[in-house]
């Protein structure tokens, strides 16, 4: 069983910063599209940001543009998302995923392997 292990997550109050973490050990991480996703309970998940296998690429959803970095050290097998000016509507359950595809990946459905999830509570 593959398992990417998120941290990072907590509350924190609005304009404030966090930083997430995914480990994915025992993989070739360099061979993996990544994606942060993130979930409000009754709702989908949606895609935050992506970035393809060589960290030269990136998506961000709309709203988070100009906030969140997401980022990669292949050398540490670890997915980053910087996520700065934080707002109390950033409040989700963050995910991260692996895709096969080297990519930048924008479907939920093309990502292989998912986290457990880490709350992110931003108090206003």
């Known amino acids: 069983q593959v398992h990417l292990v998120e941290s990072g997550g907590g509350v924190v109050q609005a304009g404030g910063s966090l930083r997430l973490s995914c480990a994915f050990p025992?993989?070739?991480?360099?061979?993996?599209?990544m994606g942060w996703f993130r979930q409000t309970p009754g709702k989908e998940r949606e895609l935050a940001a992506a970035?393809?296998?060589?960290?030269?690429?990136?998506y961000y959803a709309d709203s988070l543009k100009g906030r969140f970095i997401i980022s990669r050290d292949n050398a540490k097998s670890t997915l980053y998302l910087q996520m700065n000016m934080l707002k109390p509507e950033d409040t989700d359950v963050y995910y991260c995923?692996?895709?096969?595809?080297?990519?930048?990946?924008?479907?939920?459905?093309?990502?292989?392997?998912w986290g457990q999830g880490t709350q992110v509570t931003v108090s206003s």
């Open positions: 995923a692996a895709s096969k595809y080297t990519i930048v990946v924008l479907h939920a459905n093309q990502y292989n392997y």
């Open positions: 025992g993989r070739t991480f360099r061979n993996f599209g």
């Open positions: 970035i393809d296998s060589g960290g030269g690429f990136t």
